[in-house]
């Protein structure tokens, strides 16, 4: 059985939003069982309008409750609230295999390194989020959010990472590992983004292919992309916002005259489908890469079927015992050596 910590009150649509997400992952595995961390009345409350296992869910009472505007330093001081007290009994109790949550990305972040703990010799966990590609396949974007000022060796670090992550939840072997910069020459970027690309082509463990440009996460031939966080968190959001742009556009053509109305009908499945590869609301949440136990951060604006799909995640990674093998791949490299120590 895997017991996967959710956070009830985490996000803009908590507790509805989560419980309905919860309750659905739930009924779609049988070997899943749920540790609500929230205001008990609020979540009971949700949880009465659906039927589930009541084996395989517990409540956690947690008063408190982490604000998106609150300072993420000062906000893992509250002990009840639901993000911390579910940190810290990921840390306590063994038998506890995930955290998923939908709450303040820093405060998730800050918590994750001061309670939860960072692999051995990791400096900085790291946002990996998967984009969907015109190959059908997903890309990696490693780092989306978590750190908006790098060093080169936490770049290299990030593509260690994400390059274990990338062979062990979507099978590809060898995965090529892209720099994102502002295009693709070799002197390109900045004193941090021509330093980390010295160190990368260094690299024997990772199959680095270069610099690659923004465009490339979507249409480019790279299974991962690293980034600092402060570029990565701007083109995840960036791709979010584009592919609403391109359905709300699309939607208002198709319903802009009778026969637009009825041209569409002729190509029905294949909107269908393309909406259902740009749908973005389904696409899950963004692991942090480095913790001692997988986290999964969903988007604060999560809605029902988001919180289901990081669940699903969460269940995924754990299974694949992914950070038992990203502690491995990282034990076997040498990137403090590789690296001068003003770069770290």
């Known amino acids: 059985m895997l017991k996967i910590l959710v956070d009830a009150m985490g996000g803009d649509n908590a507790p509805a939003a989560v419980v309905e997400g919860a309750v659905s992952a739930l009924n779609n595995d049988k070997e899943l069982y749920i540790i609500f961390t929230g205001r008990k009345d609020a979540v009971e409350a949700e949880l009465a309008k659906y039927k589930y296992d009541i084996s395989r869910v517990e409540i956690v009472d947690c008063p408190d409750v982490i604000d998106m505007n609150d300072i993420p330093t000062e906000a893992v001081k509250k002990k009840e609230s639901s993000m911390v007290k579910a940190y810290w009994m990921l840390k306590k109790q063994d038998e506890i295999d995930a955290f998923v949550t939908a709450g303040s990305t820093g405060a998730a972040i800050v918590g ?22 015109t190959r059908g396949t997903k890309t990696l974007l490693c780092d989306c959010g978590a750190n908006a000022e790098c ?34 020459e070799e002197h390109k970027g900045d004193p941090l983004h021509q330093e980390t690309y010295k160190y990368l082509s260094q690299m024997d463990c990772i199959n680095f292919i270069g610099n690659v440009e923004g465009r490339d996460t979507l249409i480019g031939d790279v299974d991962v992309v690293i980034a600092d966080g402060f570029s990565g968190n701007i083109a995840v959001k960036s791709i979010e916002g584009t592919a609403k742009m391109m359905l709300n556009v699309m939607k208002k053509q198709f319903t802009s005259s009778i026969l637009s109305k009825i041209g569409s009908l002729f190509l029905l499945g294949a909107i269908k489908r393309m909406r259902k590869e740009l749908d973005f609301e389904k696409m899950g949440g ?35 015992n992914l950070v038992n093998k990203v502690e491995e791949a990282l034990s076997k490299t040498d990137i403090d050596n590789l690296i001068p120590k003003d770069n770290q």
Request: charged share 15%; aromatic share 2%; with cysteine.
């Open 112 to 133: 994750g390194q001061l309670i939860l703990g960072r692999l051995r010799g990791v400096k900085r966990p790291a946002l990996c989020c998967m984009i969907p590609n």
């Open 151 to 184: 060093k080169p060796v936490m770049l290299c670090q990030f593509a260690v990472l994400a390059s274990a992550y990338a062979e062990i939840t979507l099978g590809v072997k060898n995965p090529k590992v892209g720099l994102l910069n502002n295009g693709t």
């Open 286 to 320: 963004a692991i942090l890469l480095g913790l001692k136990k997988p986290v999964v951060k969903s988007h604060g604006s999560s809605k029902a079927a988001s919180i289901c799909a990081a669940i699903n995640d969460a269940s995924s990674i754990c299974r694949a």
